[in-house]
């Protein structure tokens, strides 16, 4: 894919999430690896509103070299890339479900949300809860690094989820289904569930390996 149809692949799919209400105000980033680094969405932009043009380019070492600056949040990023070489690109959101199951006091934080359907197993498998730091703080980052060799998407605390996946579209899928689960999880709060059994989650991991 050319330099200008991934820019434009970004610009479409966070405008995408950002209409469909997984992104608001300035929240949220998105980056994909690129032969001569890492493209990102900038510092304080909306997701609804990129140009791409403008989107922030940084070289093999994370250094800004073109475009706007970078987000603020381009070393969550960075770390995760760091310990997943098979990447090819990572979603953040602060998306409101998911956060929401961030800031429960009784989950398992190994393992935040049960496997209740089939596609969360699939495209999201165990996601870990990351405790909180506060935003730009690089503890964060090491934190984060060290469950992304074991985990392609992990849960910030009080914070939003971070995925990573082969491609773009993976990664939005996989952060969209996150979501749509957690909403699940939420509704479901009050009731007795009936998650897919361990044997059924170690068949689907053995049919569609991550």
């Not at 970078?70 to 070489?85: C, V």
């Not at 809860?129 to 935003?135: E, G, K, R, S, T």
């Amino acid at each position: 894919m050319s330099d200008a149809k991934i820019r434009e692949d970004i610009v479409r799919r966070a405008a995408s999430l950002y209409n469909r209400g997984l992104s608001f105000g300035s929240s949220g980033n998105i980056s994909v690896r690129v032969d001569d680094g890492w493209l990102m969405t900038p510092t304080g932009s909306s997701m609804g509103d990129l140009d791409p043009a403008r989107l922030s380019l940084l070289d093999p070492e994370g250094r800004h070299i073109s475009g706007d600056a970078p987000t603020k949040e381009a070393f969550l990023h960075m770390a995760m890339y760091a310990k997943r070489s098979g990447a090819s690109a990572i979603v953040h959101l602060h998306s409101t479900h998911s956060v929401a199951v961030s800031c429960l006091k009784c989950i398992d934080q190994k393992d935040v949300l049960p496997p209740l359907t089939a596609y969360y197993v699939m495209r999201v498998g165990k996601l870990p809860l990351v405790p909180y730091f506060a935003p730009g703080d690089l503890e964060l980052a090491k934190a984060v690094g060290e469950m992304a060799s074991d985990h392609h998407a992990v849960l910030l605390a009080n914070h939003g989820p971070v995925v990573s996946a082969r491609s773009l579209s993976d990664a939005v899928y996989a952060t969209e289904e996150l979501e749509e689960t957690a909403k699940l999880f939420l509704a479901l709060q009050a009731m007795e569930t009936r998650p897919l059994t361990a044997d059924q989650v170690a068949d689907l991991q053995r049919r569609f390996p991550s």
